[in-house]
């Protein structure tokens, strides 16, 4: 579960952003009131696989324009 989770953050990220930001926007700090001003990055160590799923939810969402 968790490979899938990260390889779906992950094409989810190339989607909305540009290469380079795509490969930074996990470990730079985040003003979402999910993160609470963490890195996604902590705020999926910490939480394990259901914060996980919350980023690629937030993802999705973003992709599919909400």
Avoid at 4 to 14: A, D, H, Q, V
Avoid at 22 to 37: C, H
């Amino acid at each position: 579960m968790r490979i899938s989770y990260l390889m779906g953050i992950f094409k989810l990220l190339n989607i909305l952003h540009s290469q380079d930001l795509a490969d930074r926007w996990i470990s730079m700090p985040n003003t979402n009131v999910i993160f609470g001003g963490q890195r996604p990055l902590h705020f999926m160590i910490d939480g394990g696989l259901p914060a996980m799923q919350i980023v690629r939810r937030l993802l999705e969402s973003r992709c599919a324009g909400n």
